[in-house]
């Protein structure tokens, strides 16, 4: 060791460093700056003193202000958050039935049932809102009425494409549990129920916070079926959103869409803290803590 | 894993919540629509259904036809470009060290997570005459003939007269830019989580045996990695082919996809057994590719690991 | 099989480190390897022995120090351009190509012509004897069956040395021995360098021309196994290999080439050794050198002692016995149950009496 100091070797990367080469990185620091800057370059212009928004006059907060004074922004939202609210309790219920009936029981035609599930992931988005359109329309959905009723047509066709993704991340952390522990409350003599209640719940509760969390953003977020589902007295925020684009382009657009973005990162990483959470009481295949 | 019979009614409870919903708010209105495909309008209103096959027929008009045939090769070149983007990407997350990993991954995927209508508006800023780009552009385009009149060069306008702006909006370029700038993080996620799973010793074993790193990639890496690679290509070609969003935004009139054309029947043209049928046409499409995909996960699943 | 000093070192590491952020993996390592030697790295998992074969392998770059295959520095040389081949612990045979495009695998990115590929992989399939595989795919074969298309596949590139990462560690207790004689038939027909990573004793002892012991990132004695099992020269050595009683010791008097040891609980013993040790030392007594009997042995020239048999651990073809001698020693002896009542002489509290020859004690200074 006393030699490093005459060895004037600098640590070549090994053959498998992959990232420690310069041209990766360049290409990922260059991908990842193409495809930031645009959305900084929105949120930056938000603050836009300027009505075309096309040059940087000068920074200011009016067109947030102006949002905030947008009654029919406002609705909007109110109206987005309403709906995810609600859809995110269904879908989180309905998410977690499918999870737990996968992961526990075999049954005949199983794989067909497992397909069928994922199909609302799968079937382009455009499809879906095209059935739910025709589907309310056939049926003489009531679309008036007052508020929320009103909103019940969005609701059920967002629940319909959200609660899939509950499952999938319900099932994803229900794969690290050791089955051993149910087997240890049935034997201590606990029913089905209380099995779940005590033993399973508590394991899969971050999963459950995480994906309502995750239903929460899809239908926050969510536009082409909501365009198709929604009516001039029923209009959620990127629908607004879009009008807003449509119509004239302005700082105030952008503050709109700043405001979503930052709600969805946040919604978001709480997702991904939740599912990844150890701090929860954790009966992973490894035996508990 | 319990057999169904053992807790019959632990099983219905659990059954009856998703299976009631999707049947009624998912294949119902599916099914809706797949009938409706082959009716017809009467009057301004009114559509019956006369199990005429009249509007498969008009899809494939050579109108439509050719749109359908833009939407996929313009699919197919949003794909393969993703693909050629999200490859390298994919390689230097999951070789990097294993505490920066979450990180950039996360720093990856968080684009993902924004609406798709907001990452949209944002390229509009950047694309249009008077926008980004083209500011940055004109900046260049200034400097260097600053720089030519410096050198006595003026009267000649090597470099035109004025700054001529590109025109990156409402054409075939921007949709399919605007296309992949959306849909790149969806390719990263599979073929990382299947290099992940990649026995870094068959590198190595390569590069053991003589192989160089470009030749270890391609008979050793993407091979292994392919069945990601699959999902991943599944995953942008079928949302984009049934886009209308960015297509409307960034293509205006000129560039218009097979989901404009959708939603145009069921908006502004009021066609809607027409509309039916070209959803469907895309559904279709779509049970096409997964069913070949699964043939072809067959095929491998001998080659497991 | 000995190091014959005329030859020229086939891989010279010099003052080789490795360094993994803080870990210090390799050490300031330096040794030579001769051609045609079977060269064992043993020594407990976490002391550098594999990451020492990735670095000759080009796998890991060093941090210090070079290392030198037949003469040529492999500094700048990369992984796939030295003429070294690997089997790797996990064999890595690639799953998606048969036998037979595995093992030409290398002969092709070489660009060697097809003629000349065809008949080099017939013949080292056959040398392992998988040629009733040729086509069949990784998947349909067992563990050891890959590990043989692993090495026809690493020997068809004709290397100058041939490394082993773990080679039998996967392999069932008969499959190990059988194992462990081909691989040493085949060292010998080939005639080229091996060289195995293994932290199982039996293994480097029964396979190896010369054994390096690492610990911790140091390579504690480098020697045959013979001189390795019988003059270890540190404790770590002593100690790892095979089983040894360690008893501290006392050097009363040096008088050319022989010393005076105090061994506590046994007494002064003559032993001939350089005279320029510390006064501290440790005797290292194997326990097959020690003879067991129920009576006080007559001869002088071994050292004796009494005790009582603590406990009785049966093998079936040998015992141990932990033995209390009277000075409050606890010592390990073998007994060979060369009848078949003799398990019956020793049991639990039996007295018993050891002794052994001095010249049989080895000291270690460190």
């Known amino acids: 060791m006393m030699l490093a100091i005459f060895s004037r070797q600098r640590e070549r990367p090994g053959p498998l460093e992959y990232t420690r080469q310069f041209w990766l990185r360049l290409m990922v620091f260059t991908t990842m700056t193409m495809l930031y800057a645009p959305i900084v370059g929105l949120v930056v212009f938000s603050f836009n003193d300027s009505k075309r928004n096309i040059v940087w006059r000068g920074f200011t907060f009016d067109y947030y202000l102006k949002a905030w004074h947008n009654d029919g922004l406002i609705d909007a939202f109110v109206n987005s958050l309403t709906i995810a609210v609600i859809a995110t309790l269904i879908s989180t219920i309905i998410g977690t039935s499918v999870a737990l009936i996968l992961w526990r029981f075999r049954f005949p035609l199983k794989p067909i049932y497992e397909g069928t599930m994922a199909l609302p992931i799968v079937v382009p988005e455009i499809c ?15 679309s008036g009425g007052p508020w929320p009723l009103n909103l019940s047509a969005i609701t059920i066709a967002h629940i319909s494409f959200c609660f899939p993704f509950v499952a999938v991340v319900i099932r994803a952390r229900l794969s690290g549990f050791n089955r051993e522990f149910e087997e240890a409350s049935r034997d201590l003599g606990a029913n089905e129920w209380q099995t779940f209640r005590h033993i399973i719940f508590p394991f899969i509760r971050p ?31 990127p629908v607004k959103i879009y009008s807003m684009v449509r119509f004239s382009i302005t700082p105030e657009v952008n503050a709109a869409s700043t405001i979503l973005i930052v709600i969805t990162i946040i919604t978001t990483l709480l997702a991904m803290w939740f599912q990844t959470s150890s701090r929860f009481y954790k009966l992973s295949k490894e035996g508990a803590p | 894993m319990n057999n169904w019979k053992d807790s019959k009614s632990v099983f219905i409870t659990t059954f009856l919540p998703g299976t009631v919903w999707l049947t009624a708010f998912f294949l119902v209105p599916l099914g809706f629509v797949w009938v409706m495909s082959f009716g017809e309008k009467y009057g301004i209103i009114d559509i019956v259904i006369t199990w005429t096959p009249n509007n498969y027929l008009r899809a494939v008009e050579s109108i ?11 699919s197919a070149l949003v794909t393969a470009l993703c693909l050629m983007v999200s490859f390298p990407i994919a390689f230097a997350v999951s070789f ?11 720093i990856i995927i968080l684009p993902f997570w924004i609406n798709l209508l907001i990452r949209t508006y944002a390229l509009i800023a950047v694309f249009r005459t008077r926008g980004h780009v083209n500011f940055g552009l004109e900046w260049l385009w200034e400097k260097a003939n600053a720089g030519l009149i410096l050198i006595g060069l003026g009267k000649h306008q090597f470099l035109g007269e004025k700054f001529q702006p590109l025109a990156m909006l409402y054409n075939d370029f921007s949709v399919i830019a605007g296309l992949t700038y959306v849909y790149i993080p969806f ?25 160089s790193q470009i030749r270890t990639l391609f008979s050793i890496v993407i091979p292994l990695t392919l069945p990601g690679i699959i999902a991943g290509v599944i995953l942008v070609f079928i949302p984009c082919l049934g886009s209308f969003v960015i297509p409307d935004l960034l293509g205006g009139t000129n560039s218009q996809m097979i989901g404009n054309v959708i939603e145009r029947q069921f908006k502004s043209a009021n066609d809607w057994p027409f509309g039916a049928a070209l959803s469907f046409l895309l559904m279709y499409v779509m049970f096409g590719v997964l069913a070949m995909r699964s043939l072809l996960t067959v095929r491998k699943s001998e080659m497991k690991v | 099989m000995s190091n014959a000093p005329t030859n020229n070192p086939i891989i010279k590491i010099s003052h080789i480190s490795k360094d993994f952020g803080a870990v210090n993996a390799v050490d300031d390592v330096s040794f030579e390897i001769m051609p045609n030697e079977f060269f064992a790295l043993l020594g407990p998992s976490g002391c550098g022995k594999t990451t020492l074969l990735r670095l000759i392998a080009g796998l890991e770059s060093p941090t210090h120090g070079t290392i030198s295959i037949d003469g040529e520095n492999m500094d700048a040389i990369p992984a796939n351009r030295r003429p070294v081949n690997m089997v790797f612990q996990s064999y890595a045979v690639f799953p998606h190509m048969t036998v037979y495009n595995n093992v030409a695998y290398g002969l092709k990115v070489a660009k060697i012509c097809q003629s000349d590929i065809r008949q080099r992989v017939i013949e080292a399939i056959d040398s392992v004897q998988m040629g009733e595989y040729v086509n069949r795919r990784p998947d349909e074969l067992s563990g050891g069956q890959r590990q043989r298309v692993a090495l026809a596949r690493a020997l068809v590139k004709r290397p100058k040395v041939l490394l082993l990462d773990e080679p039998l560690s996967a392999l069932d ?4 021995k059988a194992m462990q004689l081909e691989l040493m038939q085949l060292q010998r027909k080939v005639g080229i360098t091996f060289i195995i990573v293994t932290h199982d004793q039996d293994e480097a002892l029964s396979m190896a021309d010369r054994i390096a012991v690492m610990d911790r990132g140091v390579v504690r004695q480098i020697a045959t ?11 770590f050595v002593a100690d790892f290999i095979g089983k040894v009683n360690l008893i501290d010791a006392h050097v009363i008097a040096r008088n050319k080439g022989k010393l005076l040891v105090d061994v506590k609980g046994l007494g002064t013993m003559e032993i001939f050794h350089k005279n320029n040790t510390p006064d501290s030392v440790t005797i ?18 071994r050292i004796s002692t009494k005790g009582r048999v603590h406990e009785q651990v049966y093998y079936g073809n040998i015992s141990h016995l932990y033995v209390n001698t009277e000075a409050g020693l606890r010592l390990l002896i073998n007994i060979q149950n060369a009848s078949r009542s003799t398990v019956d002489l020793f049991g639990i509290d039996d007295d018993i009496w050891l002794s052994f020859y001095p010249s049989d004690a080895i000291i270690i200074t460190n």
């Open chain 1, 128 to 142: 879906m809102g095209v059935a739910m359109l025709v589907f309310f329309s056939r049926v003489g959905w009531p």
């Open chain 1, 207 to 237: 999963g459950l916070i995480s994906g309502a969390l995750l239903a929460f953003t899809l239908s926050i977020d969510d536009f082409i079926i909501t365009f198709f589902t929604s009516g001039p007295n029923t209009v959620t925020f």
């Open chain 2, 64 to 74: 439509y036809l050719g749109i359908i045939w833009k939407s996929v090769w313009i």
């Open chain 2, 96 to 106: 990097a060290k294993d505490k920066w990993k979450p990180i950039l991954l996360l």
């Open chain 2, 187 to 211: 390719i990263v996620l599979p073929i990382y989580a299947m290099l992940e799973r990649l026995d870094r010793s068959y590198i190595e074993a390569s590069l053991d045996l003589g192989a």
């Open chain 3, 173 to 176: 207790a008969k499959l190990r």
């Open chain 3, 225 to 235: 196994p013979n001189v390795i099992y019988e003059s270890p020269t540190t404790r």
């Open chain 3, 284 to 301: 290292a007594l194997r326990p097959e050198k020690i003879v067991a009997s129920k009576r006080k042995p007559q001869t002088k020239d």
